[in-house]
Structure formats: structure tokens, C-alpha cells
């Protein structure tokens, strides 16, 4: 019978030593729950913009934001992301990482806003989108589109062409009002090096509406 339990106990010690199977491990969720969540302004930052722009009306806008550069020191426990003030037009509200939260443009279509954190730190931000809201002319029964660096347009329903701002040599891409296009198209950038120490990235989707 002994003999028995020197070939069990191997097996025994092992699942005594299992981290899984106690009350105190670094994985028991009680003891060590998931609170990585930094007030802090981030050492820098992608923001994406979710822009819709009506024929002849002020565009709505959606703001998110991923920070970089804090998390990896929150003492190894795991991270969600950042909690910060967003200032923005009057508005004043706390916003989380990795949510969408509606924010308004200035009358010529600049992104003002600020993000500052529990020592209110602040890091102000003036994007100009005039080029991306403003990027069509209507001559006669075409469109002129001015695709700028960075950015890229695409057509639907029509040509379903898409076409690189960093391919266009400064010339605007033309279509015609009679090929069957919908009224509108989309505008996507990538930007780089923005913000007060031009470490920070913008990701912009923008639908366009030319026609009704």
C-alpha cells in the first residue's frame, strides 16, 4: 500500500504547487483584481475622429483616444487604459480610453480640445479638418477633389477607385456628377507628429456628402 502513495505523491505536490488552485496566486481575481487604470496624461496619444459632413451643414464629429507610455510602470498590474478630463468648447466631461464621445468643431472646422489629469496637467490640441471638410468644388458637372498628403478618397456605386493624396502631385481628382456616384464619398487620414511635443498620432474617417 505504501508503495502506492510514493507514486501518488509526486502527482500530489504538484497540484498543491499549482497557482491555479489556491486562494492567494497571482491569477485568484479576489486578491488581485484588474485596476490598471492611469489618471495621468500619457507620455503620447492616437486619437481617431469619426466625421460625417451633411451637403451645406456643420459636420458632427466622435472623438476617441489610445495613450502610450504609462502603462508599462503601473507596478506590473494589468492595464485598462486611461481615465482623463476632456475640455472641449465649453464642455467639460471624464473620458475613458478606447470609447467614442461626441465632440464639436469650431465654426472653421478646427478640433480644439484638451486633455488634463488628476494633477491637472493639461496638453491642448488645435487639428485643423478645413482641408478634409472642405475638400470638394463642384465646376460645372464635375467635382474637384483635393486629396491631401496622408489622406486617401474613395468613391462608391461608381468608379469604386481608390485614390492617394501622396499619388496626386497637388492636382485635384475630378469625377463626373453623371457617372452614377453617390452623394457621397469617404475620407480617411493618417497623421503624425501632432499635438505640444508632436508625439501624437490622428486616424481620421470622414463621410462627405456632396450632393443631396
Given at each position: ?54 451637403l451645406k451643414e456643420r459636420c458632427s464629429a466622435g472623438f476617441s483616444f ?138 481620421i474617417h470622414t463621410k462627405i456628402y456632396w450632393s443631396k
Amino acid at each position: 500500500m505504501w508503495k502506492k502513495w510514493l507514486l501518488a505523491l509526486p502527482i500530489v505536490l504538484c497540484l498543491l504547487s499549482c497557482e491555479g488552485l489556491t486562494t492567494t496566486g497571482t491569477n485568484d481575481p479576489v486578491s488581485n483584481p484588474c485596476r490598471g487604470i492611469s489618471k495621468k496624461n500619457a507620455y503620447s496619444y492616437t486619437f481617431f475622429f469619426e466625421l460625417n459632413c451633411p451637403l451645406k451643414e456643420r459636420c458632427s464629429a466622435g472623438f476617441s483616444f489610445i495613450g502610450g507610455g504609462v502603462g508599462d510602470s503601473l507596478d506590473g498590474r494589468c492595464f485598462l487604459g486611461y481615465e482623463l478630463k476632456l475640455e472641449n468648447a465649453g464642455m467639460s466631461r471624464m473620458v475613458s480610453q478606447n470609447r467614442n464621445y461626441p465632440i464639436s468643431l469650431s465654426e472653421n472646422n478646427h478640433a480644439k480640445f484638451s486633455l488634463v489629469d488628476e494633477d491637472n496637467k493639461e496638453k491642448k490640441y488645435d487639428i485643423d479638418l478645413s482641408g478634409i471638410v472642405n475638400s470638394y468644388t463642384i465646376r460645372g458637372d464635375t467635382v474637384d477633389v483635393n486629396v491631401m498628403k496622408d489622406c486617401r478618397l474613395d468613391l462608391f456605386s461608381c468608379k469604386r477607385e481608390t485614390v492617394y493624396g501622396n499619388q496626386m502631385l497637388n492636382s485635384p481628382y475630378t469625377f463626373s456628377l453623371i457617372d452614377g456616384c453617390k452623394e457621397y464619398y469617404s475620407y480617411d487620414c493618417t497623421w503624425h507628429n501632432l499635438g505640444p511635443s508632436r508625439k501624437d498620432d490622428l486616424k481620421i474617417h470622414t463621410k462627405i456628402y456632396w450632393s443631396k
